[in-house]
């Protein structure tokens, strides 16, 4: 079988992953920070040690900054819901994901105002057009580091240092950057980071986080949840400070287990080395697709500005038959369709119908490449002698 | 004998971050239950010897560990 689908999530895992969370099944288990007991203790340095691992990944001084949760989602709903309030505007791309879109949707009809700025057809997007678009109410400015769809970096850095030139915070949304591509708090001018444990960070899914900048006053970052953090319980108020203000309720110390794993397997490999090699393979797939007569591939087809995740589309097959005839008939896992981002998708001008994606990762051979360009070689040939149109 | 203090925190992370930046500089320390007469609180506190308080507040200070007061214990 090849998996294909790691831009989705991240298969297989490091097997020190499984083997960090069986040991914590056995041999800790605990709840982190409710008790003093010893194996609570335990169970709270599980909790510390994530919070550090994730900080030397994304290059955060201060591991406090790193509040942990569900995922990506939970963390955008947590910043961009806790910073804005009516009154306010907010700057976003047009390349961004439904983790980011519905959430500011949903507040433009409490008040928030929204600007898209849009993107080229390829996904890239010039810093310039949010200079233009911030004005004197700007709070935040929303970025997909890189696309979910076509891979497409965004100037996540030159969009940094426009906000802090007018004072505006920037959200980057690292889903699919953090582990596979250099993410830099404070080199990239990043005010708030949304990370995901179970894509390139090697982890399980249901972790993940927000790392809070020292720009961001966090009595102006409302909690999405109020509850038990194991501190201050004499009151009946939450918590004021980092990190506890934004971690009630119990964590997925399992979870993070794992992913202290899998981060320290990215580590151990070098991001840059990951990314060289996610690069040849994607490198060595748009060469090979390119010449496929029918084919057409999208985003910026260019490793040196994307992550090793494209899209491409069929003459003649819809993207659900060229999905299933890749996993029945070929074994390869791809996922078709708008990838929760018809924002993107509008961009790139595969609205409604979507793409058949790809989205290579560390463990994916330059030998599976060949094999799904020849399947792909194959069904585009069947679907331009058969004459089928969609 | 040495005598013991306990340093208290407002956060179980910070005192866990206390501990761990405190054993890496080489201090003998133990995340403790907190005790009762000192906080009612429920979490941990950070027990170390008491020649060890400058520097471990130093190290503390330091960084961004956020505690509440340090106290003898008997
Ligand atoms: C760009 C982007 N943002 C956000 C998310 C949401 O991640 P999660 O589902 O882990 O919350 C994803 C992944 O699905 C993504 O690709």
Redesign the pocket.
């Known amino acids: 079988m090849i998996y294909f689908d790691n831009?989705?999530t991240s298969w297989p895992k490091p097997e020190g992953v499984i083997e960090a969370m069986a040991a914590f099944s056995r041999e800790v288990g605990a709840n982190p920070g409710r008790a003093g007991h010893r194996m609570s203790v335990e169970a709270g340095r599980i909790v510390n040690d994530a919070r550090d691992a994730v900080a030397e990944l994304l290059h955060v001084n201060d591991p406090l900054r790193v509040v942990l949760g569900s995922?990506?989602?939970e963390a955008l709903n947590l910043a961009i819901f806790g910073l804005l309030g009516s009154g306010d505007h907010v700057v976003t791309s047009g390349m961004e994901?439904n983790?980011v879109m519905r959430p500011l949707r949903q507040l433009e009809a409490i008040g928030v105002e929204l600007t898209v700025v849009e993107c080229a057809a390829d996904g890239s997007m010039d810093p310039y057009d949010v200079d233009a678009a911030i004005r004197q109410e700007t709070r935040l400015v929303v970025l997909?580091h890189a696309s979910?769809v076509v891979g497409t970096l965004l100037p996540v850095s030159d969009v940094g240092a426009i906000c802090r030139e007018n004072d505006a915070l920037l959200l980057v949304?690292a889903?699919?950057t953090a582990g596979t591509h250099p993410v830099h708090m404070d080199d990239d001018n990043i005010d708030l980071i949304a990370f995901?444990g179970?894509k390139g960070m090697m982890g399980p899914q249901g972790t993940?986080g927000l790392v809070i900048g020292e720009r961001v006053n966090i009595a102006d970052l409302r909690p999405l949840k109020h509850g038990g953090t194991g501190s201050r319980s004499e009151l009946e108020v939450q918590p004021d400070f980092l990190p506890d203000r934004y971690e009630s309720g119990t964590m997925n110390t399992i979870g993070l287990a794992g992913l202290i794993a899998g981060i320290e397997y990215v580590l151990q490999k070098g991001v840059e080395a990951i990314r060289e090699h996610e690069s040849s393979l994607l490198a060595r797939f748009i060469d090979g697709a390119r010449t496929i007569p029918g084919a057409t591939l999208y985003g910026p087809m260019d490793t040196a500005r994307q992550t090793a995740t494209t899209s491409l589309n069929i003459d003649g097959l819809s993207q659900s038959e060229a999905g299933l005839m890749l996993d029945e008939e070929h074994n390869i896992m791809s996922r078709v369709g708008l990838h929760?981002s018809p924002s993107a998708h509008r961009t790139l001008g595969t609205f409604p119908d979507g793409t058949v994606r790809f989205g290579f990762g560390l463990f994916n051979t330059a030998e599976e490449i060949d094999i799904s360009l020849e399947a792909l070689e194959n069904m585009a040939e069947g679907a331009r002698t058969s004459g089928g149109g969609r | 004998m040495t005598e013991f203090c306990v340093a208290l925190f407002y956060s179980n992370s910070h005192a866990l971050r206390a501990e761990k930046l405190a054993k890496k500089a080489g201090f003998k320390v133990k995340v403790i239950p907190t005790p009762r007469h000192l906080s009612s609180d429920c979490g941990f506190a950070l027990r170390c010897d008491e020649d060890d308080v400058p520097a471990i507040q130093g190290i503390m200070d330091g960084d961004s560990v956020e505690y509440d007061r340090i106290e003898k214990v008997g």
Do not use: E, L, R, V
């Open positions: 831009a989705a995922n990506a989602t994901h983790s997909n979910n949304d889903a699919q995901t179970h993940g929760c």
